[in-house]
């Protein structure tokens, strides 16, 4: 399959450990903040979102915080494993409430075992 | 599956021919989405249909680029003498309504040559 995000900035963690992952975003305007995890040669999958009138969201071993005072975004993974191994982008939706979204340039996880 | 499906998977074109590329959305969604996906970049967003109304096509990049979805299910980005700046991965997604989840395909992957 394709090669996504061959030039992204890399974050490297041991299996087991939590992760996590930044983003700045610039739209102050955005009414939903969304994370997708993209495998080689696959679409993004959603993993979780956040209004963005909260500061935190917790799902099944993910957690998304936000932080609008500095336009900053973050998804912690707990216990990370082999299967998350991924090109994570954050995005914003745009706030006509239909799923205009506006990717950030990625970040590469690697779970070594 | 039930998932978005894409067709081609693959597709290479002269530069200069005509390509269209096709989307089967999830049944019952009423929200279809084109995005373009240069490599190593996030996903950039091209158009957006309600149905088979398309209600927004900021994103296209040039009048050589033109979406349907004339019954409000399936539908075809249609790209007119391509050029080798159009390579990219073309993703169609799904969703319900205003969902902020939306299903993205495997994409086509797009070569100008």
């Known amino acids: 399959g394709e090669s996504v995000g061959l030039h992204l900035p890399t974050l490297s963690v041991q299996e087991g450990d939590n992760s996590i992952i930044n983003c700045a975003y610039s739209?102050?305007?955005?009414?939903?903040f969304i994370w997708y995890k993209q495998e080689s040669g696959k679409g993004p999958q959603f993993i979780i979102d956040i209004r963005s009138n909260m500061d935190k969201r917790q799902g099944q071993r993910v957690t998304v915080l936000l932080n609008k005072t500095v336009k900053h975004l973050s998804l912690q993974i707990a216990a990370t494993q082999p299967g998350d191994s991924a090109v994570y982008f954050c995005a914003e939706r745009f706030s006509g409430g239909y799923n205009k979204l506006i990717f950030g340039a990625g970040t590469r996880l690697a779970v070594h075992p | 599956g039930a998932g978005v499906s894409q067709s081609p998977r693959y597709k290479v074109a002269k530069r200069g021919q005509d390509v269209a590329l096709r989307c089967d959305p999830i049944s019952g969604h009423v929200s279809l989405f084109w995005y373009q996906q240069a490599l190593g970049q996030g996903p950039e967003f091209l158009t957006y249909?309600?149905?088979?109304?398309?209600?927004?096509k900021s994103g296209l990049p040039s009048d050589r680029f033109f979406a349907e979805r004339p019954e409000g299910s399936v539908s075809t980005l249609k790209i007119q003498r391509t050029q080798q700046e159009d390579s990219a991965v073309y993703l169609c997604?799904?969703?319900?309504?205003?969902?902020?989840?939306?299903?993205f395909g495997q994409g086509t992957r797009l070569t100008v040559v």
């Open positions: 249909f309600q149905n088979e109304a398309q209600l927004d």
């Open positions: 739209n102050s305007a955005s009414d939903y």
């Open positions: 997604a799904s969703s319900l309504g205003d969902s902020t989840e939306a299903f």
